[in-house]
């Protein structure tokens, strides 16, 4: 049984006067992948970016208690704690860089690596996120050029350069076509070996392909949470049954 990387006991995320995360409760044990499931606006951005802190930088206010392996994470300096949780967004961040300087630049601030170990491990993140193939001729290449669907698999390969303990990724496949999403799906699934990760996304069939458990949320509360087989095959709540009902698979 492997052990919980992540347990979140009744935060609430307050924007002004408005409550947009109610009560949240939920734990995640590492290698797993969670889908955060629900309908546009249900707080599940609101959710991932309160797991790094980015909420605050917004203006929320965060209650309640976050534990990173055990660690509560008032005790953990900001810096850490976002080389501990890497989060993607839905449109990919890259530096206006070269593919390459995307790469190292991240590994040369966050790690103490030389040059041969920045080598390697460029090298093996561009073949963790498939995108060594494609690239590898062409790494002083601007990374801009690239397409939507390289562009999200490099954003990724950044955000595994600091090795977190957990990846957050919101949405990733939204924007791709099959190829690029089938690229993503595979990644995530090698990636469980070492990672634990929690991805949201709309596409059902997406979470029945790669999820371990499903977190479905509803107006800024988890109505239903378990192992995805069950979510799927016997639904508890009303709500989650006419969820998938709706969004048909
Ligand atoms: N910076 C902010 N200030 C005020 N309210 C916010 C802010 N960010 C999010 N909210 C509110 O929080 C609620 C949840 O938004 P959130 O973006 O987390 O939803 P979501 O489930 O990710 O939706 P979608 O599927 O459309 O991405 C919404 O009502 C939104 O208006
Ligand atoms: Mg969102």
Known sequence: MEKDVLNVENLNVIFG??????????????????????????????????????????GGKIEGNIIIDGINFNDIPLQSLRTKIGLVFQNPTIFPFSIEKNLTYALKYHNNYDNKEIEKRKIELLKQTKLYDEV????????????????????????????????????????LDVKNTMFIEEMLKELKDKYTIVIVTHNLAQAKRIGDNIIFMDNGEIIEIGKSEEFFNSPKKTLSKEYIQYMGT
């Open 17 to 58: 006067k408005k409550r947009i995360l109610k009560n949240i409760n939920f734990s995640i044990k590492e290698k797993e992948i969670t889908v955060i499931l629900g309908q546009s606006g249900c707080g599940k951005s609101s959710l991932l970016k309160s797991l790094n802190r980015i909420i605050e930088e917004e």
């Open 136 to 175: 590898k001729d062409n790494l002083h290449m601007f990374a801009g050029k690239l397409s939507g669907g390289q562009k999200q698999r490099l954003s990724i390969a950044r955000c595994l350069s600091v090795k977190p303990k957990i990846i957050l990724l919101d949405e990733p496949c939204s924007a």
